[in-house]
């Protein structure tokens, strides 16, 4: 007789194994339009996507990315930064989560996204594949309770930008401990107070970046960072570019 969690975890598996359908978690991602889902397997192919995945693309029905790539679908520097993260994730075995990134919609508007991915496993424990969301941040409304009491600590960092924001700073000119300030933070714009801040200092930059030929060792110093490299590491890191390469994609697009 088994017993304990040995018992619970053969539970589990035999409860997965009478499931006639292993794409229930399609099913259910149908229902977040919001929310972009997919499975990919260990060639970076899509094995399965959801409605609103098709629609950012502006494809009428998922069906149409099965068994091909990112490649195919997004701008060169976003296909680019996709392969890294799927050949990470493929690789190592380890997730990706709540990964910040900034994306250049169809119609040419900036979108901010809240991306995770995780690897998926066979019977024998190998990587097989992978599953990965992506969450529309959209923009918090003011009428919203929690924004009035967060609004001062985003107003501060907007207007503070080149500043060494700290977030347990920002929480004690707040009157709050840092755990209260992200938990607010994360109600109202789904982000901790140190993602706001990156989402903010790297907005910014794009835009600069798009609208002006100021330097970008200057709008790195504008922007909070202390040096030139290290802004260009965290901008590629969340637009899948540098931002001199960013300046010229851009501009060939307008």
Partial sequence: MRCGKESAVSADD????QLASPRFCERLFAHLPDVVFCLKDRERR?????QAFAERLGIDHP???????ADEFFPEHLAAAYREQDLQVLESGRELADRLELV???????????????????????VVGLASISRD???PSESDTEFAGVARTVAFIQKHLDEDLRPADLAAKAKLSPAQLDRRMRKVFMLTTSQFIRKARIGVAAEWLTTTSTPV?????ACGYGDQTAF???????????????????????
């Fill in 14 to 17: 035999d409860f997965l194994d």
């Fill in 46 to 50: 899509y094995r399965a996507a959801n």
């Fill in 63 to 69: 069906r149409k990315l099965l068994g091909r790539v």
């Fill in 104 to 126: 250049t919609n169809r119609n040419g508007t900036l979108g901010w996204y809240l991306a995770t991915k995780v690897p998926l496993h066979d019977a024998k424990g190998r």
């Fill in 137 to 139: 941040l959209g923009e």
């Fill in 217 to 221: 060792a200057e709008i790195a110093l």
């Fill in 232 to 254: 260009t590491r965290q901008f590629r890191a969340t637009v899948g570019m540098p931002p001199a390469a960013y300046r010229e994609h851009t501009r060939r697009h307008v």
